[in-house]
């Protein structure tokens, strides 16, 4: 998905380099689309010296002009100039670039993974736990060493897809993504088993569970593909993994170099915010492509469609 307007969260470390290579490609490699942003704290709100405040608070100003340079040079595009730099002042770096994407229009802020992230998984930090409750545009999450072998571009597009009024939103909005560059959409069902119903004594109920869901699932994924209005791709595919836990689930499903995992935010969270639920956190925890969480929009028009489960 090319976006025209990509907000980077950089830190000189792991996780900014992987951010930016994420958010260089989100971009189409043009500069001109990409705009990078460094947060940095206030200055003491303490009583105390000024002239120790101005100080430090120059010293945090130019910590972040330091950091926006690094991320300028290691920027390659077609775009004259490089990207756009922005310094933004917040307590709280997830809240920070928020603010930024309001104030500079962007359509996705793209962060990394902080230190302690395993290789090739993400982790939720501070940063992304902010964004995750309240950013108003989509949020794109880089695995730790994304950065070091990025792919050239975008292979295919995968909607982590259980049938709601805010998955059916991701499915076009991603269908219509999938289009524009050319390259294949897949939904991806997780059928995973409730843990209220493990133990060996709940065996038979577990079963029928999981064959009643399992059929419920094809139909909903089958009905997805033929949604009218779905914008076309090249190809629109569906799958189902099934697994012990979420994490096993998607490790089953194969995924290319340059896929791209979107999730929707939970249809119980705030219109026009990202705010993920417990199902979409463990996704995001157990990926190894980069995830795009998308805000919860306004309620479609009814398709029609009933949404209950079998019994």
């Known amino acids: 998905m ?6 980077t969260g950089y830190t000189p470390d792991r996780g900014g380099r992987d951010a930016l290579a994420l958010g260089a490609l989100l971009a189409g490699h043009d500069s001109r689309a990409l705009t990078v942003a460094a947060i940095r704290p206030p200055g003491w709100t303490t009583p105390g010296s000024a002239k120790v405040d101005a100080e430090w608070t120059r010293y945090l100003r130019e910590r972040a002009e330091e950091a926006l340079e690094e991320a300028a040079g290691l920027v390659s595009g077609d775009g004259p100039g490089g990207p756009e730099r922005i310094i933004g002042v917040d307590r709280g770096s ?101 843990p209220a119903v493990r133990g060996a004594r709940r065996a038979a109920l577990e079963e029928d569970m999981l064959r009643r869901s399992r059929e419920q699932y094809t139909e909903d994924l089958a009905l997805a593909v033929r949604e009218p209005g779905l914008p076309g791709s090249p190809e629109v595919t569906a799958e189902m993994a099934e697994a012990r836990n979420v994490g096993d689930a998607l490790a089953s499903a ?17 219109l026009r915010r990202v705010f993920l639920g417990d ?5 995001v925890r157990s990926a190894t492509r980069p995830v795009m969480i998308l805000p919860r929009t306004p309620k479609a028009e009814p398709s029609g469609r009933s949404r209950n489960v079998k019994p």
């Not at 290319?256 to 119980?268: F, R, V």
């Open 94 to 194: 997830g809240h920070g670039l928020a603010a930024v994407a309001r104030r500079s229009g962007a359509e996705v802020i793209v962060i990394g993974s902080p230190p302690r992230a395993a290789r090739g998984r993400i982790a939720v930090g501070s940063t992304a736990d902010q964004l995750l409750h309240s950013s108003p545009v989509p949020v794109a999450l880089a695995p730790a060493g994304y950065g070091e072998r990025p792919p050239p571009a975008i292979d295919r597009l995968t909607v982590a897809y259980r049938r709601s009024p805010g998955c059916d939103a991701a499915v076009r909005l991603a269908a219509a993504g999938a289009a524009r560059l050319g390259v294949p959409l897949r939904l991806l069902t997780l059928v995973v088993p409730s």
């Open 279 to 283: 199902t979409s956190l463990k996704i």
């Open 254 to 270: 194969g995924w290319l170099p340059g896929e791209l995992l979107i999730c929707a935010s939970s249809d119980s969270g705030p």
């Open 2 to 7: 090319r976006y025209a307007g990509v907000l």
